[in-house]
């Protein structure tokens, strides 16, 4: 087994309200920041022991689908590397 850093980047879908993204943007611009648009993100970093890369993106992926995301307004992504 080798030791793996899975992490899943849950963001809501485009189209989805995201006030927190609206406020902090708005803020930006406040002081004098000039963006086009800004959404938030939540991250998750798993450490994890798994047979290869492949089973640890899978076992990752599962996670996000069963609890992390709620696939009906959320988008993520899942990226590994070896520890």
Do not use: C, W
């Amino acid at each position: 087994m080798t030791g793996y850093t899975a992490t899943v980047t849950v963001r809501l879908k485009h189209g989805v309200l995201d006030p927190e993204a609206e406020t902090t943007q708005q803020a930006l611009e406040r002081l004098g920041f000039e963006l086009e648009d800004l959404r938030s993100a939540d991250r998750f970093e798993i450490d994890l022991e798994a047979e290869s890369a492949e089973d640890a993106r899978e076992r990752a992926d599962e996670m996000a689908e069963r609890l992390l995301a709620n696939p009906t307004i959320h988008d993520y992504d899942v990226e590994v590397d070896e520890r």
